[in-house]
């Protein structure tokens, strides 16, 4: 079993930055993918970001691209997103998800078999 837990949601102002964090328990077998997946009320679940466990590749919304930035730290078993420049469309819940296949692909849920319990964020214009 894996434990996932996310912090560093927030209220900021639009232009403004956050920085997420997981943190990774209670697992022995090999991850795949960590990824980063929101959620806006009355949206679906979308893929933010992703990296490849063992080559640290990493996999962006293209649309996000250059704003946010994944990264992780294998020997803590910690994720992070850090998020620029907000905007009140980034406004969401953010979930930090463990993957161990490859499955359907780094950003689409259904590869993701473990998540976190979300982090708030909350960007105002």
């Known amino acids: 079993e894996v434990y996932l837990a996310e912090s560093g949601g927030g209220s900021v102002q639009a232009g403004g930055s956050l920085t997420l964090s997981c943190t990774a328990t209670?697992?022995?077998?090999?991850?795949?993918?960590m990824g980063w997946f929101r959620q806006a009320a009355g949206k679906e679940r979308e893929g933010v970001a992703a990296?490849?466990?063992?080559?640290?590749?990493?996999y962006y919304d293209p649309a996000l691209t250059g704003r946010f930035t994944i990264a992780q730290d294998k020997t803590k078993k910690t994720l992070s997103l850090q998020m620029n420049n907000l905007k009140p469309e980034d406004t969401a819940m953010y979930f930090c998800?463990?993957?161990?296949?490859w499955g359907t692909g780094p950003r689409r849920a259904d590869t993701y078999k473990y998540w976190g319990q979300g982090t708030e964020v909350t960007v105002s214009s």
């Open positions: 990296i490849s466990t063992a080559g640290g590749i990493t």
């Open positions: 209670g697992y022995t077998e090999r991850t795949y993918y």
């Open positions: 998800a463990a993957a161990m296949s």
